[in-house]
């Protein structure tokens, strides 16, 4: 069904019962929009909506709601509205699946390309660099508190990587500029949440930078953490993110590729790409999904298998483009 957005504030304030969750392995932008939509319905519709989240990293934990935040997935009374925000199919959206089937009404909020509409109502935007971005044009600027805005703010610096990835835009800026005069403080959220780095996430980062390879006559960067290596440093999920952003931002490479063992024989693949390649096109190959330059996917094998499936279909669209 289309989404129309009367209808979805009607929705809102007619709900006696609202949840609201995010994907899993939740991000800056995920964390980011699921917080500030509730901060927003919290502030000017007088009800408090569930928010569920696998996790809430430490780092964000300062964000208005971070400390509701429900996480473990319990079992609930059917919500009258049930809103998933930041992904676009059921894999992604995790055990919150639950609540989605038996919900009385659901909607999706989402900017990746590989979004399947999913829900009821969908409002799915590629063009947006967060789907905090897309929150924020859904609600009115006036009623924006502070608690809202540095959401909002957290989940646009995380998913541009601090305004510098290609899905910036005009846009963008204005909306992150408009949350500034609601009082944000972006060396906080820029330098608390995304430079910041714990040194067991520096160290990892080195190690990762230490142990890649070059491929595809340099053209594309590998570097794979494994089970042995997480259980020495005690690796949770985010103590590996921005290492991809680092890997990718070496002179010559158009795309980044970071492996993660899940369990023996299960990785987590992360890709970027500078210009050419559509990561997200190959991540969907393989059952991920995601942005043109920035995708995801979980595969299994060897690690051999798993880059060598890759560097397959990367070859395939470097050759195309020549
Ligand atoms: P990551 O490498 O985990 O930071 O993911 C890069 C981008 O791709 C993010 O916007 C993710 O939300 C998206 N993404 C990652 N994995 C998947 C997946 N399996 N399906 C759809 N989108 C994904
Ligand atoms: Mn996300
Ligand atoms: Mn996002």
Redesign the pocket.
């Known amino acids: 069904m289309a989404f129309e957005k009367q209808t979805f504030w009607e929705d809102i304030s007619t709900a006696n019962t609202i949840g609201i969750a995010g994907?899993i392995?939740p991000?800056g932008?995920?964390v980011g929009s699921t917080l500030g939509l509730a901060a927003y319905i919290r502030d000017n519709y007088g009800k408090e909506p569930e928010v569920f989240l696998e996790e809430v990293p430490v780092a964000f934990s300062f964000i208005e709601g971070a400390e509701r935040v429900v996480t473990g997935y319990p079992s609930r009374e059917p919500f009258d509205l049930f809103i998933a925000l930041?992904?676009?199919?059921d894999?992604?959206l995790g055990k919150a699946m639950n609540y989605v089937k038996s919900a009385k009404k659901t909607y999706c909020i989402d900017?990746?390309a590989?979004?399947n509409g999913f829900l009821e109502n969908n409002l799915v935007l590629p063009d947006s660099a967060a789907t905090a971005q897309i929150i924020y044009t859904l609600c009115e600027d006036s009623k924006i508190r502070k608690g809202a805005a540095e959401a909002l703010y957290l989940g646009i610096v995380h998913?541009t990587g601090v305004f510098k990835h290609s899905c910036t835009t005009r846009e963008t800026m204005e909306v992150a500029g408009a949350l500034l005069d609601h009082g944000v403080s972006s060396s906080r959220i820029i330098d608390g949440t995304f430079y910041e780095k714990t040194y067991l996430q520096n160290q990892i980062l080195g190690r990762c930078l230490m142990e890649s390879v070059l491929c595809l006559d340099g053209k594309v960067i590998f570097s794979s953490i494994d089970r042995k290596i997480i259980n020495l440093y005690g690796l949770g999920p985010s103590d590996t993110?921005g290492i991809?952003d680092q890997l990718r931002v070496t002179k010559g490479v158009e795309v980044a590729i970071?492996i993660r063992e899940l369990t023996p024989r299960s990785w987590?693949?992360?890709?970027?790409s500078c210009e050419i390649v559509d990561?997200?096109k190959i991540?969907?190959m393989f059952?991920?999904?995601?942005?043109v330059r920035?995708?995801?996917?979980?595969m299994s094998g060897s690690r051999r298998d798993v880059i060598n499936n890759l560097l397959a279909e990367i070859e395939k669209q470097l050759t195309a483009e020549e």
């Open positions: 994907h392995r991000d932008d995920c930041d992904c676009g199919d894999g992604r900017h990746h590989t979004s998913d993110e991809i970071l987590r693949v992360s890709m970027r990561v997200s991540c969907s059952g991920g999904g995601g942005h920035a995708a995801g996917a979980t």
